[in-house]
């Protein structure tokens, strides 16, 4: 399978990041401040570690 690219880890990472700030807030409790904020927004460190996280489910799922 080839490597994801950029764009899809970047899609990825919005999806990933709005899912988890609605769980968040449905499940009562609130996420770090710093990323409690649209995607555009969330500090470039803390993209990157979901950026990391995102590309290693990607390849392990093969996509």
């Known amino acids: 399978m080839p490597e994801p690219d950029a764009y899809e880890i ?3 990472c919005i999806v990933m990041h709005d899912a988890y700030e609605a769980a968040a807030a449905e499940s ?3 996420a770090q ?3 409690r904020k649209p995607w555009e927004q969330v500090p470039e460190s803390n ?4 950026r990391k996280a995102v ?3 990607m390849q ?3 996509a």
Do not use: F, I, R, V
Request: aromatic share 6%.
């Open 47 to 50: 993209k990157a570690t979901m």
């Open 10 to 12: 970047e899609t990825a």
């Open 60 to 62: 392990h799922l093969g």
């Open 33 to 35: 401040e710093a990323s």
């Open 55 to 57: 590309t290693a489910l």
């Open 28 to 30: 009562g409790w609130e």
